[in-house]
């Protein structure tokens, strides 16, 4: 599981780079309102995501050989999940606001609705589609 981490954090630590580069730029002071609330709202999420995601190592690391592992990986599985969450909604906030930005509100928000489908297809769907398949638990 925390390999996985590690590979979801990257994109986290990625995004959130990305958002704050944002707000230095000149064409920022130009953002309507709703722009404005799509952009603190994203990065407020890419923060959630990533203290999410690096929740499961801190817990190991202090509760390491303390004989917790079963609800360490419970608790660690919850928080990714709900890590997961957060990350879809602010990889669709971002689009929702570079398209925004750069074709219209109508554009953004449907660029921002279809990544979060998307993202929902492959996180939730797929998963439980296989899940239905298999008998079983994809992530056994």
Known sequence: ??????VTQTGVQILFAFLLTLAFTPRFPSLDTMQRATYVTTLLLSVLAAMLFTAPAAL???LFQQGAKPQLVTVSSHLAQLGMAVLALALAG???LVVDVAVGRVGGIVAGAGTL???LGLW???PDV???????????
Do not use: I, K, W
């Open 1 to 6: 599981m925390l390999q996985e981490l590690r």
């Open 60 to 62: 190991h690391r202090r």
């Open 94 to 96: 971002s689009v929702l």
């Open 117 to 119: 489908v998307v993202c």
């Open 124 to 126: 939730a769907l797929v």
């Open 130 to 140: 296989m899940r239905r398949r298999t008998g079983r638990n994809p992530e056994d």
